[in-house]
């Protein structure tokens, strides 16, 4: 699995994650009458709503004319955040988050992921004091009520006032606030992807100690902790200029890379990649408060690296391009455009 697949596939697991856990305190929104603060508001209600409801019901995300569902049950106990995401389609597969400690669990295959993640990748984007400013380049619409999974819901509509991001448009749970669908829109209004509940028992009445158990039963399976160490552009020997307009730096992380990729750049990667480059690839993950861009850089393989067409999945884009000895990738969900942006502005720098 390359950057861009690997890319595409943790942002769809996240934004299931992230979609199915965001609450929203009041039971409707309240226009503060500064729109930027409007929308930090709403923001941060949902980045705090995790913590205040337990739930389960069933998930679907649909895009393209696919569509995949999950079983999700979410744990709050006032601290801590237990949850277990069951795939329902395709290979069996089983996710469960403890606070920031994922298990990914295949048990056809007896293997498992474990790592400590941060919540970066969360929807809404974590946000910081004086982050507001970021979300100027949306404005806040509200829509009819409607309803979802049988419950009352008030709609919203988050509008960028330019065209390096898509419209999204959310359905939240008139009396506990929870986020029931979400929508991203193209700038025609057309659907490109749609996250729902299908069915939902809110407040339902759920015990932490059997998800936390089942997390780490994991006699027999074969376990794989990745190791990921913070670092800068800067101190990677690049430098980015602006990005696209409103977006800005979340994390840069080294990862390790696929050990097929690993072993295929190592036999494969120029010298002046260098050796410590090649079983992992640099990350760096920019926000503007609603969606994430990733921008992978890794040391070019010709039998790797072999298209730089733009790839599209739902909502999310991959654009790879090839600068020296290097081979980028940009992931989001946003228009090519952006990712176009994004690639451009980041240079090696001279020694």
Request: proline share 6%.
């Amino acid at each position: 699995m390359n950057a861009p697949s690997v890319a595409r596939h943790r942002i769809r697991w996240k934004a299931t994650v992230a979609l199915a856990g965001a609450l929203v305190g009041p039971a409707s929104v309240v226009w503060a009458g500064n729109p930027s603060q409007e929308i930090a508001a709403v923001v941060k209600r949902i980045q705090d709503a995790a913590q205040r409801r337990s739930f389960v019901g069933t998930y679907v995300v649909s895009h393209g004319g696919h569509m995949t569902s999950s079983r999700i049950t979410h744990v709050c106990d006032g601290r801590d955040q237990i949850e277990r995401i069951e795939a329902l389609d395709g290979q069996m597969r089983q996710v469960y988050r403890h606070n920031d400690t994922v298990h990914v669990l295949w048990p056809g295959t007896r293997t498992a992921l474990i790592e400590q993640r941060e919540l970066v990748g969360r929807f809404p984007a974590p946000l910081q004091p004086g982050d507001g400013a970021r979300l100027e380049q949306y404005e806040l619409q509200a829509g009819s009520d409607e309803r979802i999974a049988g419950h009352d819901a008030q709609v919203v509509l988050f509008k960028p006032r330019d065209t390096w991001r898509y419209p999204r448009r959310l359905w939240l749970e008139r009396r506990t606030g929870l986020l029931l669908r979400s929508d991203l829109l193209n700038e025609r209004g057309d659907v490109l992807e749609s996250a729902s509940f299908s069915e939902l028992q809110i407040n339902a009445r759920l015990s932490a100690q059997p998800l936390l158990q089942e997390m780490n039963r994991l006699d027999g399976y074969k376990v794989s902790k990745p190791v990921y160490r913070p670092t800068s552009l800067d101190s990677e020997g690049w430098t980015m200029h602006p990005p696209v307009a409103g977006f800005e730096t979340l994390q840069v992380v080294r990862r390790p890379m696929a050990p097929w990729i690993a072993r295929t750049a190592a036999a494969g990667a120029s010298e002046a990649a260098g050796p410590a480059d090649n079983a992992t690839v640099l990350q760096a993950v920019y926000s503007d408060g609603l969606t994430h861009v990733s921008v992978f850089i890794e040391p070019f393989v010709a039998t790797l690296h072999k298209r730089e067409m733009p790839a599209t999945v739902g909502s999310t884009s991959a654009l790879s391009h090839r600068q020296g000895d290097w081979w980028i990738t940009a992931v989001g969900a946003v228009p090519v455009a952006a990712l176009q942006q994004f690639i451009g502005g980041l240079e090696r720098r001279k020694p």
